[in-house]
């Protein structure tokens, strides 16, 4: 669909300069349009008759010389809808009779809890502007924030709320921005799940009323992930069409709101979840919002989710010392961890045991999970207390440590900072630091607590501990798990009305520990795991170098969790372990190949009990962990193209990824069940350069007799290429590279 801004009369084309304009903010005093663009994305918005600042368009990049006109608030409908509420706002306040979604709603010490923001002055700045709107009457004032990156229009938009007024405020809902699309038919996409079935794509036309993608657990969560696209149309396409997406960058609880409004606009509200949320700002405080992303691609969800991946390699993720300036961070270390073969019962044996098989396989990283610490022989005791075990290692980690880097490798360890056991030292001498809401029941969740991290003394107590364990210790790699969400949230060292702070102050002092840490211990690099995907966001991977996506990690299931899971975020922290089969969750037998194949579509990773892997298994893993080492690059921070797709029961999937210069690709393909004896589809590929030649090369499996060796980009996209008539039967797996030549 060609998409009109609010109607194609408002594009006045005062006059038309041929060059492009340069990306970045304009504002054009006459229209008081303010205007962002980068990459193929035009933002505008204005200045309305009444001082509200009201969204213009958003969408592919127009001419620099095109003068888009004043804002123009949309009309009265009837006596019902008034205009206020039908005009797409920027930010709009609670009050003169909005019936949608607001931007922020307060209550003032007076009982008032009208609040109408105008316009009151803005600032450019490098990549965007500072905008402040104000009440009408009140000193509430709200600065919401603006950057375009040139490369690929991704927009970066935040609010900072700030109390001049005289008394305490208390703000209910606050987002950090909210976005519009005018009257059409969309389909929504968006991520659901629960632990072991994160990543699900759920697609759906949108309908008047509202969809309310949330999280109201203290983090993240596995049930839903703050992201959305919106596709122009009723069909999701993968290759063609428009699409608007967003993410939000908050670890805590947050929420979404889609709305197509009464006159069939759409409105997406995002930020902090106002569910059970007060922030009270007293005189001259403020509060800042996280920040909300949102991009635009006229390519499909394909072309969306190629934007987003780029932009958080280049732009959200750590680069660490170490990690090269080439623009992205250095592809991950193929690691083993031992929490499926061993679980709990981790020695200093057994864990050089598994190191020594790891090294063998040709692994970068051994990392070592739960069960090290404190006395914790299963999951009832011993979090809280960061101690090695002296019973599991007498000798302190080092020798394990010394171990594993004589090996070649380097070392990981698993902590779960932020919880506690009611069974362990710290929680006997400390009962207090936990959330939780005197005289009432304190609810466990795996036989455990959640810390308050809001409070300085827990937050110094973790910093302390972490530190002093990456200080002790040679270590490269934290794997930071959190293993429960919250109950009973409550904060009784601050007044009763102060108290549910600690949905903003817990987040805040996260990731204050994170960034302390990373600036302690710049080379030590981080795994954002919460029982597999429950926290995985913008926010948090501005400090987590990768993510442990499911807990689930039966081969199969993972392609479509990896499928979903790569609408929003990047290959490169997509952690993917081999594990051993039949699957423990499934019950699944597969081949240790489709294992192989199913995780090199990520940052692969070795989770199996490898003592028990024959000589066979061992030198057919060691060839595939090499032969991934040497095409990384390209599957992680390549151009994803999905070929086919393995949702909705499909026999067959098929990924391809094309590095940035367009010099390798890698092809992935998957037979869930071959059924009627039916043929693997021809793979017409994507994204090549068209008049270059690449040569193809099996990395598992093999092509079709016939299929020449060398060809042209222009060749594998409109011929494409069959592979081998024996490729067939029930979980099976190939994988192919194209070398430019
Ligand atoms: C949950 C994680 O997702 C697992 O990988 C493992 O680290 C366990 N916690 C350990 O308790």
């Known amino acids: 669909m060609s998409r009109n801004i609010l109607t194609a009369a408002l594009l006045l084309s005062a006059s038309f300069i041929a060059t492009a304009q340069p990306s970045g903010a304009t504002f054009d005093e006459a229209t008081k349009v303010f205007r962002l663009d980068g990459g193929n994305v035009t933002y505008a918005f204005g200045l309305n008759s009444r001082g509200e600042l009201q969204q213009i368009y958003w969408g592919g990049r127009i001419a620099a010389g095109d003068r888009i006109p004043s804002a123009v608030p949309e009309r009265e409908w009837a006596s019902f809808d008034s205009s206020y509420t039908n005009t797409p706002q920027e930010y709009a306040g609670w009050g003169a009779g909005l019936f949608l979604e607001p931007a922020l709603k307060v209550t003032f010490a007076d009982g008032n809890r009208d609040l109408v923001l105008h316009y009151d002055s803005y600032q450019t700045a490098s990549d965007g502007f500072k905008i402040v709107l104000k009440d009408i009457d009140r000193k509430v004032f709200v600065t919401l924030h603006y950057g375009i990156d040139p490369e690929s229009g991704v927009l970066a938009r935040s609010a900072t709320i700030e109390n001049r007024e005289p008394k305490p405020i208390t703000i209910e809902q606050a987002a950090a921005a909210a976005w519009a699309l005018p009257p059409a038919h969309y389909t929504l996409n968006y991520l659901t799940g629960r632990w072991a079935g994160e990543w699900t794509l759920t697609q759906e036309a949108l309908h008047p009323g509202a969809r309310v993608i949330e999280s109201r657990r203290g983090s993240t969560g596995h049930q839903a992930n703050p992201w959305f696209a919106i596709q122009a149309g009723d069909k999701p396409d993968e290759n063609s069409g428009e699409v608007w997406f967003g993410a939000l960058a908050w670890s805590g609880s947050w929420r979404i709101v889609v709305e197509q409004d009464q006159l069939d606009a759409i409105r997406v509200t995002g930020g902090f979840n106002p569910f059970d949320f007060g922030y009270v700002l007293q005189t001259g405080q403020s509060l800042e919002t996280p920040i909300f992303y949102g991009g635009y691609s006229a390519h499909g969800l394909g072309g969306a989710s190629r934007i987003l991946h780029q932009y958080e390699l280049a732009h959200i993720l750590p680069h660490r010392v170490g990690g090269g300036d080439s623009g992205a961070p250095k592809p991950r270390p193929v690691i083993y961890n031992s929490w499926e073969a061993t679980e709990f019962s981790v020695t200093e044996e057994g864990q050089i045991a598994l190191a020594e098989k790891a090294a063998a396989l040709g692994v970068d990283r051994f990392v070592m999970d739960d069960g090290w610490f404190g006395q914790r022989k299963d999951d009832h005791a011993g979090l809280g207390d960061w101690y090695v075990n002296p019973q599991k290692f007498p000798h302190g980690l080092k020798p394990l440590i010394d171990k594993v880097h004589a090996l070649g490798m380097d070392f990981g360890l698993w902590v779960e900072p932020e919880m506690v056991n009611p069974d362990s030292d710290l929680y006997r001498k400390h009962p207090d630091w936990v959330l939780n809401f005197p005289g009432r029941p304190r609810s466990e969740q795996r036989n455990q607590l959640v810390l308050n991290l809001a409070r300085p003394d827990t937050r110094d107590y973790i910093l302390g501990f972490l530190d002093k364990l990456l200080t002790e210790n040679d270590i490269a790699f934290l794997k930071w798990d959190y293993n429960r969400n919250w109950s009973e949230p409550g904060w ?166 094309v590095n940035r210069d367009k010099t390798q690709s890698v092809v992935f393909a998957f037979i869930h069940s071959t059924q009627e004896g039916r043929k693997f589809p021809r793979l017409t590929l994507k994204g090549l350069d068209h008049d270059a030649n690449y040569a193809l090369t099996p990395i598992e499996g093999a092509v079709e007799k016939g299929t020449p060796a060398i060809a042209s980009g222009a060749w594998w996209m409109n011929h494409g290429f069959d592979i081998n008539d024996n490729f067939r039967g029930d979980f099976q797996a190939a994988a192919f590279r194209l070398d430019k030549k």
């Not at 501005?542 to 392609?559: G, M």
């Not at 952690?575 to 699944?588: C, Y």
């Not at 060691?622 to 095409?631: C, D, F, G, P, S």
Request: charged share 20%.
């Open 492 to 657: 009784d060292q601050l007044p009763a009305a102060e108290q549910k702070k600690v949905y903003v102050e817990f987040t805040r002092n996260l990731y204050a520990i994170l960034a302390e840490l990373k600036k302690r211990h710049p080379k030590v690099e981080l795994e954002s795991c919460s029982g597999g995907g429950g926290r995985v966001d913008l926010g948090i991977l501005q400090y987590a170098d990768e993510v442990w996506p499911s807990d689930n990690t039966d081969p199969f299931d993972r392609l479509s969790q990896q499928d979903g899971f790569t609408y929003a975020y990047t290959p490169q922290i997509m952690m993917a372990w081999v594990t051993d089969s039949p699957h423990w969750l499934n019950k699944r037998a597969t081949s240790l190949s489709y294992r192989m194949l199913s995780s090199m579509q990520g940052s692969l990773g070795i989770g199996a009990n490898i003592s028990k892997w024959t000589d066979e298994e061992m030198t057919s893993a060691k060839r595939l962990i090499a032969a991934y080492h040497q095409v990384q690059p390209t599957i992680v921070q390549g151009d994803l193209y999905r070929l086919i797709s393995p949702l909705n029961g499909s026999e067959f999937s098929a990924t391809e990824t």
